[in-house]
């Protein structure tokens, strides 16, 4: 553990320049995955600046009856949001599936977009791994890889993304809000994480010192009706093994509105488009839901310990479907 | 299904009391100042100016250290000492392997401790840690286990002293001509015992006086072992080594023997004599050094009549050992005496690999072999058509089949019994039956065996304090188990006093002598010598001592404890639900019902049986030890990753016992309840799962992956 300067940001402008100015400082949310990484020498920034307690700590409702959540919020608190919980309570029941109480009272909304991969190799700093030291190798793809990738993976990298938040922000199109030196722009969830490629040490498409400052969500209706179904070794405080994020409208038998997303599955939080195209202005029926499952699986590419991901996913996104259509009263 | 007789009485929250004090469900005396943080464990002792250990461990699997650069780490402000090989002391003794610690550069294992820095924070010990540069001449090694590893061995004897191998009969000949046989292979993954509070000391050496002396704070299950082996190997006189260890949170077998970082932290204090040394392993590191469950490969055979009576019975076990030292877990000991059969063989295999050394873990043999042994009497019973239960019931033997000696107390049957009515278990319903929305829902059953343990060598000391108060010393441990609280009740009762006069000290060897606190043998050993050094007491002060009256004793004779073969017993039910969908396993209710003698303490006592249950579950779900061989370490060497159950994953446990008292192992006439908890609950969901999907899963844990289709 490398010793480090720590330091609170003023605001969002003061941050990114006490970081932008300097390769190896941080930005310090709640600090439950970058603290981690300083004890067990995978991440040794030489300053932190901790960006937790900014005023970017609030869940605001936009004109247009979408939301704006501030990159500081915690978990526990965007979980519990009567707004969240109405009109997006797949975002909701996300957050819960994540992590611990104690862990969601603590982490940030940029924090859990931002935590790395629990690739175990990842975390372990006395083996390789392309993504923790570029070139080294990686040990996953024919190693123990039961929790990995079965979708969009690279020959350098099979790592998922962990979070659960990320899945439903993916499955309802939310835009992330970011402050760099040259200004502000805005990522639409699906480019913020990246897929592996030969660049696996890059998670996302962040340009070096650039802030979270928020992510937005517009407004959804059809999203009342939305749920996420995390498939876990345990009941509780277990990461997923896959997870399904769906927003479902059905109107006379018929999808109107379908969204699908991925966890577990990915280095990103995956959008089952082509489940969702195979569906849309469908029949919602559960062997058309299962087909749409099978047609987006088409694609995965198991690794030697996880083929069951496949099934598993497939069963997942069927159920979730299945239970959508059961809550809103019709059949399937 | 039949089952007949009245069940016997049953003991629950708080059974009838014995004595005024034994017997009833006292609060833990100890609990208060647990719960308000103020109990003070070993590395919280206060210590002056105190230096803060990190350990350097290996990062190859097996060969030689050929260089270490400590130059930037001993430049650092702050570190006091980098000790490796090169600058070690020696050690006096070095026949034990995983003792023998920085005597030379080889490497037996990938993780073992190949030095350390001593800093005077445990960040720059950290820190200091990073910086040193250590290569190594790298080996080929070997840390997979292998049924046809041509190098496996059978050891002299298996772990507790039993004979590695029994062969009673013709049993290939039962085999062959029995109506049914099951032949399966079943294993348990390696496990690591992970109790919460890490493996922790403070070491200082004093050379002021004429003699060096070693005074460790320690976190463990048995204070002395630790001094006299610490004594041992640095080549000390026993009597210059004190052991203080107040407060245990947790060991499970773990801390049941001192390990190497005991005898680093001690190497580290002598070199830096009269400084306070402080060593707490962090969580990652318990998984290389703090013994574990070796993983197990197990063939079972039985082969009945057609009405399920045992003909034949072999259970062979393959387990690994690290090449430094032997662990033999005694895996199918079990199934020399659980059932009757005509013929019978067991066995243990071993192969010694470049592994960390495995060691004890709450019920060492009896968890794995009940888990293989019990599994197969679940396959026995669906091969015959015969109910689970029954199979087991009919199976009964009359005395011990291995000795012939009479059982003190054999209440499986009654167990069995019990836990059925407990349970609802006439509602289980044939294979894959039922179902519940998502859910698929099946009922299992196992058996519970633990022996009967006492050891010999405890010393108790009684002495008057005036005013109506006395002390009484012992150099146990309460592990978390509340044995300090159910000591004092023994205490209390054997002076004939009330418990607030009776003052118990544990957990320190300038008291008494004390066995270790293992193989749930604690109340049996050290509450007996409690009751014989107050019994002694009051034959030579009477009533009424004079103040300073003191008396010693170790316990006495119980020659009859011989003439028996005893064991506890128990039962336990399991409701599983399987998500239809995913695989995704539920215990929304288990029951147990256990046969162990005396129960000292209600309270206590079912914290242990509850927490043995847990345990088991936690076997038959989660755990498992997952190692890379290529790099040959554990890689989920964390609690993330590492799962046992949260509370969401416990719901409903229904604990009871049968009220009885066995007065032929001692005269408490208890027989221990630490670890019988955990044996047979793998089993009985295992049994369950099948149940409820028709889907037999025999290498454990049993993840979704398993039953996801
Ligand atoms: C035992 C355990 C179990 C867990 N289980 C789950 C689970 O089941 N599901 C799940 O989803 N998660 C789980 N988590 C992960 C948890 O959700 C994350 O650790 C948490 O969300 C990270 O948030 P934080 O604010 O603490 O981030 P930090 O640790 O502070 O930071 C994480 C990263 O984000 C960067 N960062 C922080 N804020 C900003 C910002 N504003 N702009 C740019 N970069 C920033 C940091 O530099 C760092 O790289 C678990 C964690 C643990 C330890
Ligand atoms: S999968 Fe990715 S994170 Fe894991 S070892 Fe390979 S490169 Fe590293």
């Not at chain 1, 559960?286 to 749409?292: D, P, V």
Request: overall charge negative; proline content about 6%; glycine content about 10%.
């Amino acid at each position: 553990m490398r010793p480090f300067t720590y330091e609170r940001a003023l605001d969002p402008a003061d941050a990114v320049a006490r970081v932008a100015a300097h390769p190896d400082a941080a930005y310090l949310g709640g600090g439950t995955n970058l603290v981690d990484h300083l004890r067990l020498g995978v991440a040794a920034p030489g300053r932190l600046v901790d960006v937790s307690r900014l005023a970017l700590d609030r869940v605001e409702s936009r004109d247009d009856g979408g939301l704006r959540i501030g990159a500081a919020v915690r978990n526990s608190d965007l979980a519990a949001h009567p707004s969240v919980r109405h009109d997006f309570p797949v975002l909701s029941q996300a957050l819960l599936a994540g992590a611990s109480g104690q862990i969601r009272n603590m982490a940030t909304t940029a924090g859990n977009l931002l935590q790395r991969t629990r690739c175990r190799y990842f975390q372990d700093v006395t083996t390789p791994c392309n993504k923790r030291e570029p070139g080294s190798g990686c040990p996953a793809v024919e190693g123990r890889n039961r929790t990995l990738a079965i979708l969009g993976a690279s020959e350098h990298c099979v790592a998922t993304h962990p979070s659960d938040m990320a899945v439903a922000l993916a499955a309802l199109d939310a835009d992330v809000v970011v402050l760099g030196p040259s200004g502000e722009r805005r990522i639409p969830m699906a480019d913020l994480h990246r897929l592996p490629g030969d660049e696996p040490a890059r998670d996302t498409t962040l340009d070096p010192g650039e802030l979270i400052t928020a992510v937005e969500l517009a407004p959804l209706p059809a999203a009342r009706r939305s749920a996420y179904r995390k498939v876990r070794d345990r009941a509780s405080y277990a990461f997923a093994l896959v997870s399904v994020a769906a927003v479902l409208e059905v109107e006379d038998g018929v999808v109107r509105e379908v969204r699908i997303a991925l966890g577990g599955v990915a280095h990103k939080p995956w959008r089952a488009t082509r489940a969702e195209e195979a569906l849309r202005g469908r029949e919602a029926t559960a062997e058309g839901f299962r087909a749409a499952a099978e047609a987006e699986l088409g694609a995965a590419r198991p690794l030697s310990e996880n083929a069951f991901k496949v099934p598993m996913a497939r069963n997942a996104i069927t159920a979730t479907l299945r239970g959508l259509v059961r809550a809103a009263g019709e059949r399937a | 299904m039949t089952l007949t007789g009245t069940p016997p009485a049953v003991g629950t929250a708080v059974g009838p009391a014995v004595g005024p004090a034994v017997g009833r469900g006292v609060r833990r005396l100890d609990g208060r100042v647990k719960v308000r943080g103020m109990a003070r464990y070993a590395f919280e002792q206060l210590a002056e100016s105190p230096a803060y250990l990190h350990l350097l461990q290996s990062t190859v699997a097996r060969g030689r250290v050929s260089d270490v650069d400590a130059s930037e780490a001993e430049a650092l402000e702050g570190v006091l000492l980098v000790l490796t090989h090169l600058n070690s002391p020696k050690l006096a003794d070095t026949s034990d392997g995983e003792y023998t610690v920085l005597q030379s550069p080889g490497v037996a294992f990938r993780g073992q401790i190949v030095g350390c820095v001593v800093a005077t924070s445990p960040e720059v010990a950290r820190h200091g840690a990073e910086l040193v540069r250590i290569r190594y001449d790298e080996h080929p090694h070997d840390t997979r286990l292998r049924e046809d590893d041509p190098d496996l061995y059978a050891p002299d004897e298996v772990n507790a002293s039993f004979p590695t191998d029994t062969d009673e009969g013709p049993v290939e000949e039962a085999l062959r001509s029995s109506a049914v046989v099951v032949d399966q292979r079943y294993s348990t993954p390696m496990e690591h015992n992970n109790p919460m509070e890490p493996h922790s000391c403070i070491a200082t050496w004093d050379e002021s006086q004429e003699r060096p002396t070693l005074t460790v704070y320690d976190s463990t299950q048995g204070a002395h072992g630790v001094a006299s082996t610490l004594a041992k190997v640095l080549g000390l006189a026993q009597q210059d080594v004190r052991v203080i260890s107040p407060y245990v949170g947790g060991g499970f077998g773990s801390k049941g023997l001192p390990h190497a970082h005991n005898v680093l932290v001690a190497l580290a204090a002598r070199t830096l004599p009269g400084r306070p040394v402080k060593l707490a392993l962090t969580r990652q590191q318990m998984f290389f050094l703090a013994g574990y469950r070796t993983p197990t490969l197990q063939r079972v055979r039985i082969g009945a009549d057609a009405d399920g009576r045992i003909t034949g019975l072999v259970h062979e076990a393959v387990e690994q050992t690290s090449r430094i030292k032997e662990f033999a877990e005694q895996t199918t000991v079990v199934s020399r005496n659980m059932y009757a059969a005509r013929a019978r063989r067991t066995s243990h295999r071993l192969a010694a690999l470049d592994v960390p050394v495995p060691s004890w873990m709450r019920a060492p043999g009896e968890a794995p072999g009940m888990y293989g042994l019990e599994h197969a009497m679940d396959e026995l019973a669906e091969a015959c058509g015969l109910d689970p239960v029954e199979l087991r019931i009919r199976n009964d033997p009359p005395a011990d089949p291995e000795t012939g000696k009479p059982w003190s107390g054999r209440h499986l049957v009654e167990c069995l019994r019990v836990g059925a009515e407990r349970f609802g278990w006439s509602r289980r319903g044939p294979t894959g039956s039922r179902r519940d929305g998502d859910w698929l829902v099946g009922f299992g059953v196992a058996s519970s065996t633990y022996p009967g343990n006492v050891m010999p060598g405890s010393v108790a000391r009684v002495r008057y304090g005036g005013r109506g108060h006395y002390a009484v010393h012992i150099g146990a441990a309460d592990i978390g188990t509340g044995s300090w609280t159910a000591l004092n009740q023994v205490a209390a009762d054997a002076l004939g006093l009330a418990m607030n006069r009776v003052h118990l000290e544990i957990g320190d060897t300038a008291l008494p002598m004390a066995t270790v606190e293992g193989g749930s043998s604690g109340m049996a050993s050290h509450g007996s010598a409690i009751l014989e050094a107050c019994r002694r007491f009051r034959e030579e002060h009477g009533e009424s001592p004079e103040p300073g009256a003191t008396t010693e004793s170790a316990a006495a004779e119980h020659p009859e404890a011989k003439e028996y073969a005893t064991h506890s017993y128990g039962a336990q039910f399991v409701e599983v639900r399987v998500d239809a969908d995913t695989g995704e396993v539920r215990v929304p209710r288990m029951v147990g019902v256990f046969s162990c003698g005396r129960i000292v303490n209600p309270r206590t006592a079912r914290s242990q049986f509850r927490g043995g249950m847990v345990w088991g579950l936690s076997m038959a779900l989660f755990e498992h030890s997952i190692v890379d061989h290529r790099f040959g370490h554990v890689m989920n060497h964390d609690l993330a990753d590492y799962h046992v159950p949260t509370n969401a994953d416990v719901v409903d446990i229904d604990v009871s016992w049968l009220d009885e008292t066995d007065l032929h192992l001692n005269p408490l006439g208890v027989r221990g309840i630490g670890e019988i908890g955990i044996t047979g609950t793998a089993a009985a969901v295992a049994s369950a799962v099948h149940n409820a999907t028709g889907i037999r899963v025999r290498d454990l844990p049993i993840t979704p992956d398993t039953l996801v289709r």
